[in-house]
C-alpha cells in the first residue's frame, strides 16, 4: 500500500472528499483541458457522415497510422516485414486489405506494451493506464493527455450527450475504486468529488441495510443519472425497490462493463423512471460503442477500425457472434493494430431511425457471471481489484463454495509468495468480511461449454429472489 493510500484511509470522511475531489481536479485537465472542446465538437460534426466519408476518414487514418508504426514502433516493424509489408504498401492500404495485417494478442501487449510497442516519436506528458484484468492480467496502455482529451471527445458526444446529459452534470458512479477500503464500513458509504459533481458510490458495500444511505447520497448532492458497472448498479436498483425507497426521477442510466439484461432496464426505469442506455468501451482506447435515442448500438467510427472475426480470422455475417479485433485511430504512441481485445459482438443489417450512418451492433456479447453473496447480504460479481499488481498472475478465478468460503484458482508463472497470497487473502475479505480462503495453483482453468472464460462463480444462491419482470 502507498503512503497515499495509506493517507487516505486513516483520514475522515471531510478530507477524503478532499482528496477525491482534488484528483478529480487532475483528471479532469487531462480530460477536459487542451483540445477537448475542439475534438468534442468535430466529433459531433463527424455524426453527420455518410457511409463514404466514415470509410473515407478511416482509410486516411489507417495509412497514417501504418506508415507511423512502421516508421518508429520495433514490433511492427519487425512483424511488417516479416509479413512482407512494404512502408509503401502500408502508405496506401485501404480498408478491404486490412486482414494482411498481423494480429496483436493480449498476451504480446502485456509482454511488450512498455518497450517495442511504443513508439519512438511520442506525443508530451503520456501515463499509463492499467485494464481492470478480470482474467486476472491486465494490461498498461500509454495515454498523452491529447490523446485522453480525442478519446474523451468521442465518448462525451456519443456517450453522454446522446444520454442528454453530459461529464458536468451531477451523477452517481459503481465502479471499481475502493473509496471505502474496510469490508464492513461505516456510512457514508460513498464519497464526493466536488470538482465533477461525482457522487462516488462503493461497489462492495451495496446490501438492504446500507441501502439507505445510498439514496441519502443520491438526494443530498442531486444526482441526475447513475453510471458505472452494469450489475452493481442493478443490486442497487434491485435493494431500492425491495425496500420500498423513493428516489427523484433521474435523467439515465449509462452503463458499461458488463452485459445489460432487459430486466435491468425495466428495474431501472421502474426505480429511477428514466432510459437506460448500453455503452462499451475499454481502457485500451481502441473502440467506442455507444446506445442512441432510438435503442441502437453504434460503432463510432472514428475511434477504432472494428473487425468481428470467427476462429479462422474470417468476417462472420450479420446476427453471427464473433470475436472483436480493433485497430485503434486515436492513440499513435502505443498503436493497437487487429487487437483482439477479448470481448464478442453482433454486426447487424439494420439501418437505425436515428439516420446516422454509424455501423449499427445487434449485441455485444459480455461475460455472464455468477453473483458472489456476502454474510450479510452484499452482492458482488467484480474482483479484479484482488489481484491488482500481481504482474506472474497470468489467469485467476474466484468461486464461492459456501456463504462464509471462497476458493481462488490462480495460473501464475510461479507460485505467489506468502506475502503475495496474504495479499490475495486480504484483498478477499475486504471485500466480503471474514470468511476462510483456499487458494489453488491449477495448470489453466477450463472454459465454459461455450468457450468463455468466467471469472466469478457462485455456488450460493440468493436468499430472497425479486421478479423484475
Not at 432510459?275 to 463510432?300: M, N, P, Q
Not at 487473502?425 to 468457450?451: C, D, F, K
Amino acid at each position: 500500500m502507498s503512503l497515499t493510500e495509506t493517507i487516505y484511509n486513516n483520514s475522515p470522511v471531510f478530507l477524503q472528499n478532499l482528496y477525491i475531489s482534488a484528483f478529480g481536479y487532475v483528471w479532469n485537465k487531462k480530460r477536459f483541458g487542451g483540445i477537448f472542446k475542439h475534438e468534442h465538437a468535430a466529433a459531433k460534426e463527424r455524426e453527420n457522415f455518410t457511409t463514404a466519408q466514415w470509410q473515407h476518414y478511416q482509410q486516411q487514418l489507417l495509412q497514417k497510422l501504418l506508415v507511423h508504426a512502421y516508421d518508429t514502433v520495433p514490433y511492427y516493424k519487425k512483424t511488417f516485414n516479416e509479413r512482407g509489408l512494404s512502408r509503401q504498401q502500408l502508405n496506401h492500404m485501404d480498408l478491404q486489405q486490412v486482414s494482411m495485417l498481423p494480429v496483436l494478442s493480449k498476451d504480446d501487449l502485456r509482454k511488450y506494451g512498455k518497450t517495442t510497442l511504443l513508439s519512438s516519436v511520442r506525443e508530451k506528458g503520456g501515463y499509463f493506464l492499467s485494464s481492470s484484468g478480470s482474467t486476472g492480467t491486465p494490461v498498461s496502455i500509454l495515454y498523452s493527455p491529447a490523446m485522453h482529451q480525442r478519446w474523451f471527445g468521442i465518448y462525451e458526444s456519443r456517450i453522454r450527450n446522446w444520454a442528454g446529459v453530459s461529464s458536468f452534470t451531477p451523477r452517481g458512479m459503481i465502479g471499481g475504486r475502493r473509496v471505502i477500503t474496510a469490508a464492513e464500513g461505516k456510512a457514508p458509504f460513498y464519497r464526493y468529488n466536488a470538482v465533477e459533481k461525482q457522487v462516488y458510490f462503493s461497489a462492495y458495500h451495496i446490501n438492504a441495510a446500507n441501502t439507505a444511505n445510498y439514496v441519502k447520497g443520491i438526494r443530498k448532492y442531486g444526482v441526475q443519472y447513475m453510471t458505472g458497472y452494469a450489475m452493481s448498479n442493478f443490486f442497487l436498483a434491485r435493494f431500492i425497490q425491495e425496500n420500498n425507497l423513493e428516489v427523484p426521477a433521474l435523467k439515465a442510466v449509462i452503463t458499461s462493463s458488463e452485459i445489460l439484461t432487459p430486466e435491468m432496464r425495466q428495474l431501472f426505469q421502474r426505480v429511477y423512471n428514466c432510459k437506460t442506455y448500453d455503452s462499451w468501451g475499454s481502457v485500451e482506447a481502441c473502440g467506442i460503442v455507444s446506445e442512441c435515442e432510438h435503442g441502437k448500438l453504434h460503432l463510432s467510427p472514428d475511434s477504432a477500425i472494428i473487425e468481428i472475426l470467427d476462429d479462422d480470422l474470417q468476417p462472420v455475417p450479420a446476427g453471427v457472434a464473433g470475436d472483436v479485433y480493433c485497430t485503434g485511430l486515436l492513440n499513435f504512441d502505443q498503436p493497437l493494430i487487429r487487437y483482439k481485445i477479448g470481448d464478442r459482438m453482433v454486426w447487424s443489417d439494420e439501418r437505425c431511425a436515428c439516420g446516422r450512418e454509424m455501423p449499427v451492433i445487434k449485441e455485444i456479447v459480455g461475460r455472464t457471471e455468477d453473483v458472489v453473496i456476502g454474510k450479510d447480504g452484499r452482492e458482488m460479481v467484480r474482483f479484479h481489484s484482488v489481484f491488482y499488481g500481481i504482474d506472474k498472475i497470468k489467469a485467476a478465478q474466484v468461486i464461492q463454495e459456501r456463504v462464509d468460503e471462497i476458493t481462488v484458482k490462480i495460473v501464475a508463472e510461479t507460485k505467489l509468495s506468502k506475502e503475495e497470497e496474504n495479499q490475495v487473502r486480504q484483498r478477499v475479505i475486504s471485500q466480503l468480511g471474514e470468511m476462510t480462503i483456499h487458494i489453488e495453483y491449477p495448470a489453466s482453468i477450463p472454459l465454459t461449454s461455450n468457450g468463455k472464460f468466467q471469472a466469478v462463480i457462485s455456488k450460493v444462491k440468493r436468499k430472497q429472489l425479486v421478479d423484475v419482470q
